[in-house]
């Protein structure tokens, strides 16, 4: 006879741990999967991690059957959205089951009494708590690669998130584009000759930041990117610290050329940053509970630097503040990391993640030759 599910708050050590390695056992024989690096799953369930936890309440739960975790779920509270978008809602994210539909139920059930157990009218997700970290359910292209910081989740979740009542809210895209298709020439002439005519005319430059002496130019990027991001759909300004945090952790894989900024008259107008998709070197280092952590980094390192396994890149950041927007500037900074992307051997690119209602960047999205290649959704549910 199957054991009944039961859900449990994680409280102990070993609900910690069991919350911790359900990924591995959920996704073992999943060959898109690639496993964070065991210290971000952690980062995920301790406080004292990072500044989100400044600010967020969070409950994590496992859902067991007998003495065997099946899933895993989080809610928690973000006041910071509810006051930025006049929302009052909660939120579920880092959400993993088996294919069980009884267990998924049970677990969407508990964060959604959690949520509204606090007088909150709807509930969202999933998401890891913000929107750059893993945003959304993957809903198409099952067998696209798993991009760094990116979701990645069997398709069965679309129907027992649905099953429950929820409904989609915004679609995310990404778009894949051979970096070869934008060099030189290549580009489009049209999108060559506009570029080199508002430059001139509008005195627009471009520069490389100083990641020697980063900090000054950290906070620069984050002015512009509080305003240029500000009308986007689920975006909450981060405080300074949050950004400086979330830097720090890719500041060791940033080479100087990966950061652009323009300027218009030497006023910042905008900027764009790529980053290495370390996804293709950490799937051969295989990171996993048990494994000490340095060991794997050795590995992520002699597969990413010695065996050139990495070959995509991903731009997580494209954005002009309001006031020079329509001036061409987000092309021209996405065409001054082409180069070195493609001299660093990154041949393939990321573009992403974008707002399916973001005409401007899904415009340019296509005027560069490039194709949806992974698509997920937010999911809403209301609770009174």
Known sequence: MTAAV???R???PADREAFLRL???IYADDPYWVPPLVSMRKEKMNPQSTPLYDYLEVEYFVAWRGAEPVGCIAAFINPRHNEYHNEH???FGLFDVLEDQEAADALLNTAEEWVRARGYDAIRGPAS???LDEFGLKVDYFDSPH?????HNPAYYQDFIEARGYEGVMDLVSYRIATEAM???NAPEKIRRVMEKQKQRRKITLRNPDLRNFEPELRVLYEMYRNAWKDNWGFVPPSFEELSHMFGQFKLFLEPDYIVIAYVADEPAGFIMLMPDLNQAIQYARPRPGVPEWITLIRVLWEWKVRHRVSRTRVPFLGVVDKFQGMGID?????AVVEPAYRYGLTEGDFGWVLDNNLAMNQIAHLVKSEVYNRYRMYNKPLK
Do not use: N, T
């Open 6 to 8: 039961s859900v449990r």
């Open 10 to 12: 994680v409280e102990s």
């Open 23 to 25: 990924p591995w056992k």
């Open 89 to 91: 809602i909660g939120w």
């Open 129 to 131: 708590f913000h929107d």
């Open 147 to 151: 991009v760094l910081l990116y979701p």
């Open 183 to 185: 060099r030189g020439d």
């Open 331 to 335: 092309a021209m900074l996405y065409m």
